[in-house]
């Protein structure tokens, strides 16, 4: 396991695994971009990466870059660790990002907030994208307040 920081979730326990779907996602991720898919017939954003779109269920997606800054939209403290070895990590905080680029277009996505005391996140903070490389074939986005 990765070294344990206080309030960012270790990537180990949530590894991930990546698809067809998924795959152009991680590459932009370790060249620290976010990219996400958008179909090409009716514009919805579609995250996580889908086969199918949630709008019109096209299955024809473009990849846009995006700035990577958005908006807290909701959030979670944690402070109970889930596993006895996490008893370091907490407090942390989870929340749901409204992305700048995708207004009206469906794009949030939850990620850990780090590098702040998480008793100072509201709703409405700004945000900005950070990747944790873990290893050589993942970044981990997380996302910072500004
Ligand atoms: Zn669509």
Partial sequence: MAELRPGVFPAPLQDPYAD???QPFW???LEGRLVAPRCTRCGTFVLPPQPYCFGCQ???FEWVELPGTGT???FTVVRHPLAPQLADVVPYVGAVIELDGTQGAGARMTANVVDCDPETVQIGDKVEITFDQVSD???IPRFRKV
């Fill in 20 to 22: 067809d779907c998924t």
């Fill in 27 to 29: 590459d932009a991720a």
């Fill in 58 to 60: 096209h299955d024809g």
């Fill in 72 to 74: 807290i939209y909701t």
């Fill in 137 to 139: 074939t993942y970044a």
